[in-house]
């Protein structure tokens, strides 16, 4: 069962998504609270697992990997050893930067990032079409970005 968060518990949170580099004095005068509680209310935080990682967001067009395509991928068949076969291969493929499994016509969505359509190709024709669990795709290419937010509303 999970714990219960308070009020203040979730103001760390919420402050920490905003910046992960806050110092313990700033994260405690930002929730309004002496550094010792703070500290140690942050570190039950990464304990519980609520706080996953820490992470510095990246400007993708600057790296020349501002190309961002949504792919949908259907399985030829599947079952369990299929599936995990298809995940393994997938976490090792670095143009993918996201992979959900998902309900409907497809059984999985993943998020590419790539420098030009050229490459996207190339990983179309030398790495998604190496895996020969995969039945077909339906690539999603973005055109631009609306709203990206990497914290969760709480």
């Not at 039950?44 to 990997?65: F, H, M, P, S, T």
Request: hydrophobic share 40%.
């Amino acid at each position: 069962m999970t714990e219960r968060l308070d009020h203040t518990d979730l103001n760390i949170l919420r402050a920490l998504q905003k910046n992960a580099r806050l110092t313990t004095k700033e994260l405690a005068a930002e929730v309004n609270l002496s550094t010792t509680p703070v500290f140690e209310r942050w570190k039950r935080l990464e304990r519980g697992g609520y706080i996953q990682r820490y992470i510095a967001v990246l400007d993708a067009q600057k790296l020349n990997l501002g190309f961002v395509v949504f792919v949908n991928v259907k399985l030829r068949r599947m079952n369990h050893d299929i599936a995990l076969d298809f995940v393994q291969r997938i976490r090792e493929v670095t143009e993918v930067t996201e992979c959900y499994n998902i309900s409907g016509n497809f059984d999985y969505l993943l998020k590419i990032h790539a420098p030009d359509m050229h490459a996207y190709q190339e990983f179309i024709l030398n790495k998604l079409g190496t895996i020969e669990s995969v039945g077909s795709i339906e690539s999603t290419f973005v055109m631009d970005t609306i709203k990206q937010e990497y914290g969760i509303s709480i």
